[in-house]
């Protein structure tokens, strides 16, 4: 059984584009986040929510906006997308007060 | 504000050798600590963690790591390395809200 899954794993489109990027835990956690790695493999957390409230909002542009349904579900809806949105997203959760994190396999986003 | 530095961008070691991957850690309190490794392709993997007690931790696939206050380092090793063992490394500390701050990775290649 996948412990934290994203969908989808590869997205190409095109600029001024809007695009979304799911992900789920079965982990039973209440903390999930995105993180963006570069093409340089630097990795910067983007947003984290625990319980469905947000509790980290990084320096991102607000054509990011996550949404997170319930304790198992954020996903990352991308408005306008542009060349330098090019990342892998990566998902993870970890459970309050255990600061280990667990992480989906990415989701590969080229903007062409 | 937190922070890590791994050193060393890119180490080639011939399998069977012992590795030794650094970093340092800035945190103005009790710092947790954790080391993680991306293969090609794939997402991040928990190697091990260091919360607080035994300043030397063990981790899976034959790694550890010690915590050493004194010289803000939390550096990763391993006795003898397997050529599966070739991926990026990432150092990483947790801080307020859980954030996870990880260091630019260290890429290991290994020659046979």
């Known amino acids: 059984d996948t412990a934290v899954s994203q969908t989808p794993k590869y997205l190409v489109t095109q600029m001024g584009n809007d695009k979304s990027i799911k992900c789920e835990q079965n982990?039973?956690?209440?903390?999930m986040y995105w993180y963006k790695q570069d093409s340089k493999k630097f990795l910067k957390i983007m947003f984290s929510?625990?319980?469905?409230?947000?509790?980290i909002n990084e320096t991102v542009p607000n054509r990011f906006s996550p949404k997170s349904p319930d304790k198992a579900h954020l996903n990352l809806h991308i408005n306008s997308l542009e060349l330098g949105d090019s990342a892998v997203y990566f998902c993870?959760?970890?459970?309050?007060?255990?600061?280990?994190?667990?992480f989906g396999p990415g989701t590969r986003l080229t903007v062409t | 504000a937190q922070s890590v530095t791994q050193p060393d961008i890119h180490i080639t070691v011939s399998e069977g050798a012992s590795l030794e991957l650094r970093c340092n850690y800035s945190?103005?309190?009790?710092?947790?600590l954790f080391w993680y490794v991306q293969s090609p392709g794939q997402g991040l993997q928990l190697l091990l963690k260091?919360?607080?007690?035994?300043?030397l931790v063990q981790g899976i696939k034959g790694f550890e790591a010690e915590f050493k206050r004194s010289q803000s380092s939390f550096n990763l090793r391993k006795p003898s390395v397997h050529w599966s063992d070739a991926a990026e490394y990432f150092c990483?500390?947790?801080?307020?809200?859980?954030?996870?701050?990880f260091g630019t990775g260290t890429r290991l290649q290994v020659t046979l």
């Open positions: 260091y919360f607080s007690g035994d300043t």
């Open positions: 993870a959760s970890s459970q309050t007060d255990y600061y280990e994190q667990y």
């Open positions: 929510y625990n319980n469905k409230e947000l509790i």
């Open positions: 945190y103005g309190a009790t710092p947790y």
């Open positions: 982990l039973g956690h209440d903390t």
């Open positions: 990483a500390v947790a801080g307020t809200a859980s954030k996870l701050t």
